[in-house]
């Protein structure tokens, strides 16, 4: 079971676009390798003009501002407010990807 469930994670990281999903929750302008925006973070109070950094590459954020980071699954639970196994189900709805029955 648990062999299947880290496939799964790793099935949808794979198909997840990092990019797409915070541009979901915040404006993001290209800088060379990386994309910078605010922070839409709710419990994140920011004075910086552009703390949030996306790397599309490595399908990473990281916010100069509150210090979090991490992948996409990350992202999704912190601005949601939800689990990082949720965030994992919830991407996978929004990939319109069906969690395997053995996982159910």
């Known amino acids: 079971m648990k062999k299947i469930l880290e496939a799964f994670v790793e ?3 794979e198909r997840s676009n ?3 999903v915070v541009s979901q929750y915040t404006t993001l302008n290209r800088d060379k390798r990386f994309y910078l925006g605010r922070c839409p973070l709710p419990f994140h ?3 910086e003009k552009n703390p949030l950094v996306v790397f599309p590459d490595e399908n990473f954020f990281f916010c100069n501002g509150c210090k979090a980071g991490g992948d996409v699954f990350k992202f999704i639970s912190l601005v949601e407010g939800i689990s990082y196994f949720q965030a994992v189900e919830l991407q996978a709805q929004n990939l319109g990807i069906d969690f395997p029955n053995e996982l159910n």
């Open 45 to 47: 109070n920011h004075s």
């Open 11 to 13: 099935y949808i990281a």
């Open 18 to 20: 990092i990019l797409q």
